[in-house]
């Protein structure tokens, strides 16, 4: 029996996309060297830690990720794919380096397209578009958790974290534009925050 109910969260390693600054989106770009580096910083975070049940994507490095952190756990014996916790989906963006965006439209529409909370991408999702799946997936992660008394692991995305947090955390639209999600961290979460 699990007394106090865990979740923990964190972004996959640096990938390829990542290191040359293209938008990723639904692309599936491998983990770097640096990546798989810092996804064993997670994994040896994670080590004492006991979960049962581990989240990831159908992407290649949410899988990548995830696989370095499960040689750690034995006691996980479920893996589920949920793509509600996917990357943001930068549409027509999607592989198209920073640089030629702001060279064709200026420094201030790729901010505003990077990290304002409302603007979408031609064919892509903006921020409120994320927070929408990933507040179902928390609705349904705790009430999975609650039921069957487990510790989860979630092996998740940039901008999917940033709107996990920014329901979890109750932060405002402005925090939660401004936050740079690191490759190396885990973001606990406990059974208080789950009521």
């Given at each position: 029996m699990v007394k106090n109910l865990h979740i923990y969260l964190f972004r996959h390693g640096e990938t390829t996309y990542n290191r040359n600054?293209?938008?990723t989106g639904f692309h599936n770009p491998p983990l770097t060297k640096r990546g798989i580096?810092?996804?064993?910083?997670?994994a040896?975070?994670?080590k004492n830690k006991q979960?049962?049940?581990a989240f990831y994507t159908k992407l290649k490095r949410?899988?990548?990720t995830l696989k370095i952190v499960l040689k750690y756990h034995p006691e996980c014996k479920k893996l589920q794919e949920d793509n509600r916790i996917i990357?943001?989906?930068?549409?027509?963006?999607?592989?198209?380096?920073h640089k030629d965006y702001i060279k064709k439209?200026?420094?201030?529409?790729?901010?505003?397209i990077h990290r304002d909370f409302y603007a979408?991408?031609?064919?892509?999702?903006?921020?409120?578009?994320?927070?929408?799946?990933?507040s179902e997936f928390i609705k349904y992660l705790i009430k999975l958790m609650k039921k069957d008394k487990i510790n989860v692991a979630i092996s998740a995305h940039g901008n999917s974290i940033r709107l996990f947090r920014k329901i979890m955390e109750n932060a405002s639209i402005k925090e939660t534009c401004k936050w740079v999600i690191p490759y190396d961290k885990v973001f606990h979460y406990t059974k208080s925050r789950l009521n």
């Open positions: 600054k293209i938008f580096k810092q996804a064993n910083v997670i040896r975070k994670l979960f049962q049940l949410s899988k990548q990357e943001r989906n930068y549409g027509q963006l999607n592989g198209t380096t439209h200026g420094l201030e529409a790729f901010n505003k979408r991408p031609s064919k892509g999702e903006s921020f409120a578009d994320v927070e929408k799946r990933v």
